[in-house]
């Protein structure tokens, strides 16, 4: 008797993970992968304001089945009068849809009745969740954008930044 794996086996573990293969679902673990998104990180020569900007990622994730936001510091020095929210727009994850439109985002953070004195909207919660089905596919970069409910850009300023906290889950093959 050998202790080879059999064939089958052998196939199944180089398989790809997929979530709709319920074959190789079982060989799939979730990894939680936090990310601390910087406004300050990104390259200030080809994205100059701090409300439109790409990060690239240090570590490519693959198969991404759901993104949290789980904090949100903006400047609110530059938020338009009457607004009671800005939209933070992560191309790669916008799953939010926006009723009335066609238009997605990633999560809707309010900025009403900031405390007397502050610089700054700091929400320390779960702001969204959102799942992808199928999941995606590969994740190696961010592409940010914070947006009034018009689609303008928010005016964070030369020396305002902002910072995000998400936290992604994605599936690994054993």
Same mark, same amino acid.
């Given at each position: 008797m050998t202790d080879a794996a059999p064939?089958?086996?052998?196939? $199944?573990?180089?398989?790809p993970c997929r979530p709709d293969n319920p074959a190789v679902v079982n060989t799939c673990a979730t990894k939680r992968v936090t990310l601390a998104?910087?406004?300050?990180?990104?390259? +200030?020569?080809?994205w100059p304001s701090a409300s439109r900007?790409? &990060?690239? $990622?240090? @570590?490519t994730l693959y198969n991404v089945?759901?993104?949290? &936001?789980?904090?949100?510091? &903006?400047?609110?020095?530059?938020?338009a009068p009457g607004e009671a929210y800005v939209l933070v727009g992560i191309d790669e994850l916008n799953a939010v849809q926006l009723a009335g439109t066609s238009d997605r985002a990633f999560a809707k953070v309010p900025v009403l009745n900031?405390? +007397?004195?502050?610089?700054?909207?700091?929400?320390?919660?779960?702001? @969204?969740s959102n799942d992808y089905v199928p999941g995606l596919p590969r994740l190696d970069r961010l592409t940010v954008q914070l947006l009034y409910r018009d689609g303008s850009p928010v005016d964070l300023g030369p020396a305002g930044n902002c910072? &995000?906290?998400i936290e992604l889950a994605c @599936?690994? @093959?054993k």
């Open positions: 064939q089958w086996a052998v196939a $199944l573990r180089s398989a998104v910087d406004s300050r990180d990104r390259d +200030a020569n080809s900007f790409v &990060l690239p $990622l240090r @570590t089945t759901s993104a949290q &936001l789980k904090s949100a510091e &903006l400047p609110i020095a530059n938020v900031p405390p +007397a004195g502050a610089t700054a909207v700091c929400y320390d919660k779960i702001l @969204t910072s &995000l906290t @599936t690994q @093959t």
